[in-house]
């Protein structure tokens, strides 16, 4: 039996709008079948919720997704890919 690959990719977006724009388009350009869960990651020490970057979480199981496509995929929004 295989062991089960459980690859998770995180883009950094600078505000909620990016982020639902970027999770709707992972689906057209990667073929992502499972929806990426949005989360608000206030920056450190920052109250104002202005100052508060959007993290689109992608499971990858089957270890398929580019990490340097992703993170050029993530820049057209003026975000990254975080390293795991």
Do not use: I, K, S
């Not at 388009?25 to 992502?32: D, K």
């Not at 608000?40 to 496509?69: C, F, H, K």
Request: charged share 35%.
């Amino acid at each position: 039996m295989a062991p089960v690959n459980d690859v998770r990719h995180v883009l950094v977006l600078p505000d909620r709008d990016a982020a639902e724009e970027a999770a709707e388009a992972l689906g057209e350009r990667f073929g992502v079948d499972e929806e990426p869960r949005l989360l608000r990651d206030a920056l450190a020490g920052e109250d104002d919720a202005e100052d508060a970057q959007w993290l689109v979480v992608l499971r990858d199981a089957a270890g398929r997704l580019d990490a340097a496509a992703l993170d050029a995929f993530a820049g057209e929004w003026d975000g990254w890919r975080e390293e795991p």
